[in-house]
């Protein structure tokens, strides 16, 4: 007999082999016919699966949960396949994962997809739904699915399988047997029946390389959603469309905060000088806050040399992230040059001029001289072999971490435990190679400023310094008004191999994270797999005022990167002890931060960190002399002010001053000027009569130290002016 064992701890009895749905029928009938898939073990399976084994843990899974949800859409994926399929027959599928907010699938089609053609698409889906057609699994052996595979004659597919683990390949069908059907080579899991994919909508459609290779033939990639029901889909398209209004890409334009251009770079971010104020005004209110908890404050060059990164294990871990390397020696050039004719080979696209050249280079190395580089060596081998001798010359590399430049500053002295924690923060420029379909606006940029810092500190100092971090971050949201925000716990796959450093040390690391986190009392999730390449960390997922979620700061122990430099103190015993590192950043990158706020304040940003805080606007020729006399004591003050004294109406001057968002804007007239008063109107078109310029000011300086209060309604709350 197997024993399952019931999310509430009831453990039942069922035969070996029996189905996961089985167990839940006996259990609730309800619950059986609302489950999506079921989750055995930690591993998420189709409902129809066999439970074998002494004992398992089952859970349903609905489409209401996360990893339901998730199911959902990929079974929805093979809809959308399976409309497009019909729709048009020449359709060659890819690939169709499920994604953030929805699924995808890439395929190859003559007919070019445009918005015009998601009615159709939804109307054949939505008559698959209704067929409530189930979704049924099987497996071939490698050898019989390769054979099918090659006799329908789609590459992408052979393509998949070739990649694919295993002795057995998995396909879904669509459809009861013997009926008419829609087939597909997939890993699964899927719901049990197409009526169960939720409520859906086809969203878009764009290009994508095969594997992203741009050498790699054009695929059209189509995007849709789905959600539990109809009402939950229309929120998200509701938000969707509140997004689009307050596009921080548009708004930053518009507003003059920052631009991008061609000739400088893709993802390159040029500060203008409003958007300079508001990146001012956040970095000195951090960099106040972390003066009075001991940091101190460094500079560190942009580039750094190879070895530096290989030591740290950035170069070549995160190669593909990063620019290429600056070599120095003309043999590093030349290498160089023989991998690109070596890549041009291998995708048949060198000239036999370039071919020659290729051989001449590759002999005058001696790993040829000594046969390890053989002529006929197939192209990927000629790949690995230039590659390994890149990855020994020297160079320099535009510095994508801070942290490897932050330790030479620490080992630079001597310490002892008495100097521990040594506090070194910056405000880092950093430089990541994305890919450019993944570049966009100040979010995804391939330069951006960390405000980055690294502690280091004795064991015993470590979970007092987790928890400063933890409280500096909730310090920067709660800044800004970002108070609606969870904790994510992210650690090591111990069967992945892309972690450096022993098992006890991260043993260390994330019991250290798990036990500050858990003290706080902060809502956390743990998540296997997510942890950096040397240690575990906390990251901060902030909600904004439409409900996205928003990964902003990050805490890292790291019990690693100081064996790899081999850092030391001498402790109270006189002798030679390791420290501890900890990584924290918490506005993030302060490009991505500054976007998220733009679209957080829909540009609306509150009186403390707008970039213009007042515009005085003269009604007329007879009031520009004391409209410039106001706008100067407001500059006095501090007041962060504009004057219009133009010659446009009065009703354009205060249109103008909305559109660009100045939180307060000061009329001011004949009948202002003779009762030294001034008339406050607000950019969401209140207006509050007339008050002397000193209690303006003062008013306004309440709300400037009261920052928070007004950040947290952003747009739209009353201001703090007020004759009381």
């Known amino acids: 007999m197997l024993k399952v064992r019931l999310p509430d701890g009831q453990v039942v009895e069922h ?12 259990v609730s009938a309800a619950l059986a016919r609302r489950a999506v898939a079921v989750k055995v073990n930690d591993r998420v399976v189709d409902v129809h699966t066999r439970l074998t084994g002494p004992q398992v843990e089952l859970r349903a899974l609905t489409i209401n949960d996360p990893e339901g949800l998730e199911v959902a859409r990929h079974s929805c994926a093979h809809v959308m396949a399976e409309a497009l399929c019909t729709l048009w027959p020449q359709t060659k599928l890819a690939y169709g994962p499920p994604v953030d907010n929805g699924f995808y699938y890439d395929v190859e089609l003559d007919h070019n997809l445009t918005p015009e053609d998601f009615a159709r698409i939804e109307a054949k889906m939505a008559e698959i739904v209704r067929e409530d057609r189930p979704f049924r699994r099987y497996e071939l052996p490698r050898a019989e699915a390769m054979k099918k595979l090659h006799a329908e004659g789609n590459p992408f597919k052979i393509d998949n399988a070739e990649r694919a683990d295993g002795d057995t390949l998995s396909f879904y069908v669509t459809g009861e047997p013997g009926t008419s059907h829609f087939e597909d080579l997939c890993r699964g ?7 169960q994919v939720g ?3 086809v969203m878009q459609v764009a290009g994508a390389y095969w594997h992203g290779d741009a050498a790699q033939p054009m695929l059209q990639r189509v995007y849709g959603t789905t959600f539990p029901d109809k009402k939950s889909l229309d929120a998200y398209l509701a938000q969707l469309e509140e997004a689009k209004r307050r596009d921080h890409r548009r708004i930053g334009q518009e507003l003059g905060l920052f631009t991008i251009s061609p000739l400088v770079g893709t993802g390159l971010v040029l500060w203008k000088p409003k958007g300079a104020i508001i990146r001012h005004i956040l970095e000195e209110q951090l960099r106040t806050e ?3 908890h001991g940091y101190q404050v460094v500079y560190t060059p942009h580039i750094g040399r190879l070895d530096l990164y290989r030591t740290s294990g950035h170069f070549p871990y995160y190669k593909e992230s990063q620019y290429p390397p600056l070599y120095e020696s003309d043999r590093a050039r030349e290498l160089n040059r023989l991998w690109e004719l070596a890549r041009a080979a ?3 696209q060198a000239t036999a001029e370039e071919l020659d050249l290729f051989n001449s280079l590759a002999q005058r190395y001696d790993d040829v001289r000594r046969g390890g580089y053989p002529q006929d060596a197939p192209a990927e081998e000629r790949l690995r072999r230039i590659r390994t001798w890149l990855e020994q010359e020297d160079g320099y590399l535009l510095k994508p971490m801070n942290c490897p430049h932050h330790i030479q500053i620490f080992c630079s002295d001597a310490h002892s435990y008495r100097d521990l924690p040594v506090k070194l923060a910056e405000f880092g420029q950093v430089y990541r190679y994305e890919q450019s379909g993944e570049v966009g606006g100040m979010t995804r940029v391939r330069g951006f400023c960390q405000d980055d810092a690294h502690v280091f500190c004795t064991p015993e100092q470590l979970p007092g310094e987790i928890l400063e971090c933890v409280d ?3 310090f920067v949201l709660e800044l800004i008004g970002l108070n609606d925000y969870r904790v994510r716990v992210a650690l090591r796959d111990p069967d992945s191999d892309k972690y450096i450093g022993s098992p006890e040390n991260w043993r260390l690391a994330e019991d250290a994270l798990r036990s500050t986190v858990h003290g706080s009392g902060l809502k956390y999730t743990e998540e296997v797999g997510e942890a950096a390449f040397y240690g575990p960390k906390i990251d901060f997922v902030a909600r904004d005022c439409i409900g996205r979620e928003w990964q902003l700061g990050t805490v890292q122990v790291d019990y690693n990167l100081p064996e790899r430099f ?11 002890h390791r420290p501890v590192m900890v990584h924290r950043t918490l506005f993030g990158s302060m490009e991505r931060f500054v976007g998220i706020l733009i679209e957080h304040f829909a540009g609306a940003f509150p009186l403390w960190l707008a970039p213009v805080q007042v515009r005085v606007c003269s009604i007329s020729e007879k009031s520009k002399t004391y409209a410039q006399r106001v706008y100067d004591l407001c500059r006095a003050a501090t007041l962060r002010c504009e004057l219009d004294n133009s010659d446009e109406r009065i009703g354009a001057k205060v249109r103008l001053a909305t559109l660009a968002k100045v939180p307060y804007i000061l009329v001011v007239g004949e009948m202002e000027a003779a009762n030294n008063t001034v008339n406050v109107r607000t950019r969401e078109g209140k207006q509050y009569g007339d008050f002397t310029l000193p209690e303006f000011l003062a008013a306004s300086a309440r709300e400037i130290t009261s920052r928070g209060q007004e950040a947290l309604a952003g747009a739209g709350q009353t201001p703090a002016v007020s004759r009381g």
Request: overall charge negative; glycine content about 4%; aromatic content about 4%.
């Open 566 to 576: 081999a850092l030391t103190y001498v402790g109270a015993d006189n002798a030679e």
């Open 290 to 292: 972390l003066v009075a």
């Open 346 to 348: 291998r995708d048949d």
């Open 472 to 474: 500096l971050s909730k």
């Open 189 to 195: 899991p899927h719901v049990p029946s197409t009526k």
């Open 15 to 26: 035969a070996d082999g029996v189905s996961a749905l089985e167990v839940l029928r006996a």
């Open 199 to 201: 409520a859906f909508k």
